[in-house]
Antibody, heavy 118, light 109 residues
Framework: EVQLVESGGGLAQPGGSLRLSCAASGFTFQSYDMHWVRQAPGKGLEWISYISSGSSTRYYADSVKGRFTISRDNAKKSLHLQMDSLRVDDTAVYYC???????????WGQGTMLTVSS | SSELTQDPAVSVALGQTVRITCQGDSLRSFYASWYQQKPGQAPVLVIYGENNRPSGIPGRFSASSSGNTASLTITGAQAEDEADYYCNSRDNSLNPPYVFGTGTKVTVL
């Protein structure tokens, strides 16, 4: 079964840091580009970051550029999002997602909630 | 940066047809993909490419595109189709390389 499982969410203080992880199973993780998408409470989906299969290419949304870093460990089949200089408006559910078999985000994790508050 | 604009909300009578639209410049170059999201759940891909449904998605979901507008149509809407729907597209600018629409809440009456 194809599965993505996020972890690492929780409560963080403004200006603080947190690292999210996403464990992949059921597909050849190392062959696929991966993404992070977030959703603030009551708001829409926001694409925030991309990493190519071999980590050579990374993209970020302007809202997180310079503060968040995407990475992956293909040997451990894991995706990460290092989040620094956190702001209250980073509060959201964070999803890892992949475009695995089709030209669309066809695989999603269940999401992990990050709350940034003092 | 590019944007994809959707109507905030639409309603449809049970068994009738509803069309959801998504407008943006990137749609002149790329097909939209469409996602259904129910409360407390992760999004689910319902349409990708020109008009393709992943395995398990009912045939009442279809898509079309013209110019800068993509559309998702639900023909014979069911109660379980009540959800938020988002379009998504690539973008040539790579700033960002992917963008989601603003979302449409579909209510089945």
């Amino acid at each position: 079964e194809v599965q993505l499982v996020e972890s690492g969410g929780g409560l963080a203080q403004p200006g603080g840091s947190l690292r999210l992880s996403c464990a992949a199973s059921g597909f050849t993780f190392q062959s696929y580009d991966m993404h992070w998408v977030r959703q603030a409470p009551g708001k829409g989906l926001e694409w925030i970051s991309y990493i190519s299969s071999g980590s050579s290419t990374r993209y970020y949304a302007d809202s997180v550029k310079g503060r968040f870093t995407i990475s992956r460990d293909n040997a451990k089949k894991s995706l990460h999002l290092q989040m620094d200089s956190l702001r209250v408006d980073d509060t959201a559910v964070y999803y890892c997602a992949g475009r695995i078999w089709v030209d669309g985000f066809d695989v999603w994790g269940q999401g992990t909630m990050l709350t940034v508050s003092s | 940066s590019s944007e994809l604009t959707q109507d905030p909300a639409v309603s449809v009578a049970l068994g009738q047809t509803v069309r959801i639209t998504c407008q943006g410049d990137s749609l002149r170059s790329f097909y939209a993909s469409w996602y259904q999201q129910k409360p407390g759940q992760a999004p689910v891909l319902v349409i990708y490419g020109e008009n393709n449904r992943p395995s398990g998605i009912p045939g009442r979901f279809s898509a079309s595109s013209s110019g800068n507008t993509a559309s998702l149509t639900i023909t014979g809407a069911q109660a379980e189709d009540e959800a938020d729907y988002y379009c998504n597209s690539r973008d040539n600018s790579l700033n960002p390389p992917y963008v989601f629409g603003t979302g449409t809440k579909v209510t089945v009456l």
